[in-house]
């Protein structure tokens, strides 16, 4: 199994920036591939930001340009970037972690932290 610890989400002001960190921790050696995603209240959750093992990134459309992915090997953490943050980024943010064992998928997901754009 698969941990996952995330800080790093609050309230900022259109224009701003922060960055949220999860820490993974367990069979980590399970993990292709990290992720962020969002839940704003009343919408579907949805896919923010990736990066796999071998280093490659997707984003949202909506955050391009804006938000970078990034990862440390040596703490097992993953970092989501996010500057010019617009009160539209406000929701739920999600670490997210994929991992496959004899063939199938199963992800893991932290607890959420919140973050808050104000226009």
């Known amino acids: 199994q698969v941990q996952l610890v995330e800080s790093g989400g609050g309230l900022v002001q259109a224009g701003g920036s922060l960055r949220l960190s999860c820490a993974a921790s367990g069979s980590i050696f399970s993990i292709n591939a990290m992720g962020w995603y969002r839940q704003a209240p009343g919408k579907q959750r949805e896919l923010v930001a990736r990066i796999t093992s071998g280093g490659s990134t997707n984003y949202a459309d909506s955050v391009k340009g804006r938000f970078t992915i990034s990862r440390d090997n040596a703490k097992n953490t993953v970092y989501l970037q996010m500057n010019s943050l617009k009160p539209e980024d406000t929701a739920v943010y999600y670490c997210?972690?994929?991992?496959?064992?004899?063939?199938?998928?199963?992800?893991?997901w932290g607890q959420g932290t919140q973050v808050t754009v104000s226009s």
């Open positions: 997210n972690a994929e991992t496959v064992r004899v063939g199938v998928r199963e992800d893991y």
